[in-house]
């Protein structure tokens, strides 16, 4: 996965990690589920940095120790499964991009700008 890919998979974890824990506020009504929804959609997210970072040509060692963990707790994260998304990111990312993009557009309350997420697949092109 190139890096401008693997940044728009991480801004996607990163939203779905955002609405995962909305949803928990106000109290949820089920909280055990809740946080352990929670949890998944960390772990997701923390997988997705690890991706990126490796990406970028980070080391083991320097994501291990960034996050904390030991060397082999990094090297063993399990990829998630495919789903609809993932498989729409690596299809078409210039799309997946934008789709993100309105997404940031909605939940923040001030201005990102016309291309939050989808300008970083611009210049990962231009470089």
Avoid: K
């Avoid at 996607?12 to 929804?37: F, I, K």
């Avoid at 923390?46 to 960034?66: K, T, Y």
């Avoid at 998304?85 to 997404?103: G, I, K, M």
């Amino acid at each position: 996965m190139d890096e401008a890919v693997a940044r728009v998979a991480l801004s996607y974890e990163a939203c779905q990690l955002a609405e995962t824990a909305g949803a928990a506020v106000p109290a949820a009504v089920e909280e055990l589920a809740a946080a352990r929804a929670v949890l998944q959609a960390t772990d997701r997210y923390v997988d997705a940095v690890v991706a990126f970072a490796r990406s970028r040509g980070e080391s083991w060692q320097q994501i291990a120790a960034a996050l904390g963990r030991s060397e082999e707790s990094i090297r063993c994260v399990v990829q998630p499964a495919d789903d609809w998304w993932r498989t729409h990111l690596l299809q078409d990312p210039d799309e997946a991009a934008v789709d993100l993009d309105d997404w940031v557009g909605r939940h923040l309350d001030c201005d990102p700008g016309p291309a939050p997420v989808s300008g970083v697949l611009g210049r990962q092109a231009t470089v």
